[in-house]
T-cell receptor, first 114, second 115 residues
Framework: GDSVTQTEGQVALSEEDFLTIHCNYSASGYPALFWYVQYPGEGPQFLFRASRDKEKGSSRGFEATYDKGTTSFHLRKASVQESDSAVYYCALGGPRTNAYKVIFGKGTHLHVLP | EAGVTQSPRYAVLQEGQAVSFWCDPISGHDTLYWYQQPRDQGPQLLVYFRDEAVIDNSQLPSDRFSAVRPKGTNSTLKIQSAKQGDTATYLC?????????????FGPGTRLTVL
């Protein structure tokens, strides 16, 4: 079945460091790819999505590029802030014909130290 | 615009007790999802609806879990005879399916502890 793999369970950085969180997927067809962020005590929030090869999604300084060749959608940010500390989820979703079933990865805890 | 609301925010039960969770999606959103999120894990889909119809409930753990959305708006998720393994946060999300790959909007969740 379809799946999402996030390599890092925890990432610890200092402010202004460069961030990369790796996301690889396995799916039939051509899924949409998403990044969500979750703060303590809240539900996940949509960051952005991409739905075709080489498309770049971005929001709040975060970005990721859909790469069908390497089946990846890695999250990057040039300079992290303490307020970016949260859990980040990569997810994939089917097109309309698959009734929008969305599968989440296990998440990556980002800790940004001041 | 109001977001997705859920109640209660917290619930503590003894094994064998029943509990219901309630979700009010964003107005106009036709699709509603229920997820289970164990501690330190990603959301895991339980069931989802398009309007009042169940699209997929294959991930509901057992006959102890049930979900309804009778008028295509609010929804209730019920656990009969809760077990310690049901301890998790239960998240509700909604989306509007007019466009492909619609993003989901999540409520704050209900944190369930089964003793």
């Amino acid at each position: 079945g379809d799946s999402v793999t996030q390599t890092e369970g925890q990432v610890a950085l200092s402010e202004e460091d460069f961030l990369t969180i790796h996301c690889n997927y396995s799916a039939s067809g051509y899924p949409a790819l998403f990044w969500y962020v979750q703060y303590p005590g809240e539900g996940p929030q949509f960051l952005f999505r991409a739905s075709r090869d080489k498309e770049k999604g971005s929001s709040r300084g975060f970005e990721a590029t859909y790469d069908k060749g390497t089946t990846s959608f890695h999250l990057r940010k040039a300079s992290v802030q303490e307020s970016d500390s949260a859990v980040y989820y990569c997810a994939l979703g089917g097109p309309r014909t698959n009734a929008y079933k969305v599968i989440f990865g296990k998440g990556t805890h980002l800790h940004v130290l001041p | 615009e109001a977001g997705v609301t859920q109640s209660p925010r917290y619930a503590v039960l003894q094994e064998g007790q029943a509990v219901s969770f309630w979700c009010d999606p964003i107005s106009g959103h036709d699709t509603l999802y229920w997820y289970q999120q164990p501690r330190d894990q990603g959301p895991q889909l339980l069931v989802y609806f398009r309007d009042e119809a169940v699209i997929d409930n294959s991930q509901l753990p057992s006959d102890r879990f049930s979900a309804v959305r009778p008028k295509g708006t609010n929804s209730t998720l019920k656990i009969q005879s809760a077990k310690q393994g049901d301890t998790a946060t239960y998240l509700c999300a909604s989306s509007f399916t007019d466009n492909n790959y619609a993003e989901q909007f999540f409520g704050p969740g209900t944190r369930l502890t089964v003793l």
